[in-house]
């Protein structure tokens, strides 16, 4: 097993930390928060730096990046924000990536480059107002019209919602129950019938663009479908690529807030004393970058799995349910390690603790994951759904 980073990750890394001085990133991570506004600017230098879409197929602009790439860039850029990191997620192990894997060569070439240059950006919408795990029975509908497909129904919570460009919307087909009518077709801001609801209010992740989306009988070319009714399970496969994506951006919270304790802990005084020279400070600090160690070992064995590819169900879902749990923990200890001061918005640690919140909800929630890992544990299927 080989632990290195090869030369061009490392030289990667030592970029993305040159651009976090130049472009001071911790100043700007406070700034975001405090104006709730996304930091469009940084999409065209993400772009000339081959960030966006690195992952992606090279014929239609992407570099073929393995995962694990996309991960340590999306690791480190979340030490600052994890907005500061998004638009390299959404590049690169978003929804995007089913149409690299899945899509026509018509959709390939309509989206990927834009992608890739910053101009696009695809959401993924599964989520609906009456429930979010239990996703196969999802009610938003396409039906067949006249040669198109006439789609009807609403999503929630949908991240980049009204910013986006495309839609990667999961759909029912028709009347067929359960996940055997269930596929993905693209959607295009400014469709007719396509309307966005008010912007989300979070606890954190303060500049997030989230709705809900609306569509009322949206015409819908045939050839938008990615994924038709009985590909459920590729939907779903593709998704776990997402998931180490949202690992990472853990692992990047829970850096920065390691770093920010670790700097406080030798400055601040108590008794006349730095307060590193207190054990329990020290074994907080050791608790910290233990589980921060041990989640990235998971992270990055998932996402070396996945190659160019997908990664396994298995290793996914434990790297992100680890991942979700440790980011809590160890930005929870910082803030106890700042004293008040750690409650007070004039230290970082206050916004990484909040930001820290989403990620064992967003794409898949703690209990859902576990149900997962279970069914892989025992070899057999736990049916949630209660007979009629
Ligand atoms: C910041 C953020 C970003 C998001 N971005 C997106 C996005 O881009 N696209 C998108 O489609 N969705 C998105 N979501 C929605 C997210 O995927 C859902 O919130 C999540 O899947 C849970 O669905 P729900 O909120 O409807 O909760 P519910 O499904 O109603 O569940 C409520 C609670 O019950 C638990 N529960 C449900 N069933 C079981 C069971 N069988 N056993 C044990 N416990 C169970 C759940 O784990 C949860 O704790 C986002 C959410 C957040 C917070």
């Known amino acids: 097993m080989d632990f290195s980073l090869t030369r061009e990750q490392q030289m990667l890394l030592e970029s993305l930390r040159d651009m976090a001085k130049r472009e001071r990133f911790m100043d700007l991570a406070a700034e975001i928060d405090e104006t709730g506004s996304f930091p469009y600017q940084l999409i065209p230098k993400y772009a000339d730096m081959g960030l966006l879409g690195m992952t992606l197929s090279e014929a239609y602009g992407g570099m073929g990046e393995s995962s694990l790439t996309a991960i340590l860039a999306i690791e480190e850029l979340a030490k600052y924000s994890p907005m500061i990191a998004a638009p390299v997620f959404e590049s690169n192990v978003g929804p995007v990536r089913v149409i690299d894997m899945f899509g026509t060569e018509q959709q390939k070439k309509a989206i990927i480059p834009g992608v890739c240059s910053g101009e696009y950006s695809v959401s993924v919408c599964m989520t609906e107002p009456e429930g979010g795990s239990d996703l196969t029975a999802l009610n938003t509908t396409v039906e067949e019209k006249d040669g198109h497909y006439l789609l009807n129904g609403r999503k929630s919570f949908i991240t980049g919602g009204g910013e986006a460009s495309h839609y990667l919307v999961y759909t029912r087909f028709g009347e067929q129950k359960g996940y055997k009518g269930i596929g993905g077709v693209i ?8 309307t966005f609801g008010k912007q989300e209010e979070y ?11 609306y569509f009322d009988d949206v015409r819908v070319p045939k050839e938008n479908v990615v994924i038709d009714k009985g590909n459920f399970g590729n939907l779903m496969l593709t998704f776990d690529i997402e998931r180490c994506g949202n690992a990472a951006m853990c692992l990047g919270i829970a850096a920065g807030a390691m770093e920010a304790a670790k700097t406080y802990a030798r400055e601040r005084t108590a008794f006349n004393r730095p307060i590193c020279e207190f054990q329990d400070i020290q074994f907080k600090m050791t608790d910290m970058v233990m589980k921060l160690d041990a989640a990235r070992l998971l992270v ?26 440790m980011v809590k923990e160890v930005t929870e200890m910082a803030i106890q390690i700042f004293g008040g001061y750690g409650y007070s918005k004039a230290y970082p640690v206050e916004r990484m603790f909040r930001d820290s919140r989403a990620w064992g909800v967003a794409g898949g929630t703690l209990q859902m994951l576990r149900i997962t890992m279970a069914s892989m544990i025992f070899g057999r299927r736990f049916d949630q759904r209660k007979k009629d």
């Open 300 to 325: 990055y064995r998932a996402a070396c799995g996945a190659g160019q590819g997908l990664p396994s169900i298995y290793e996914a879902s434990i790297a992100k349910c680890y991942a979700n749990e």
């Open 187 to 194: 959607v295009e801001k400014g469709m007719p019938g396509f």
């Open 203 to 213: 606890m954190g992740l303060r500049g997030m663009p989230s709705c809900d989306l």
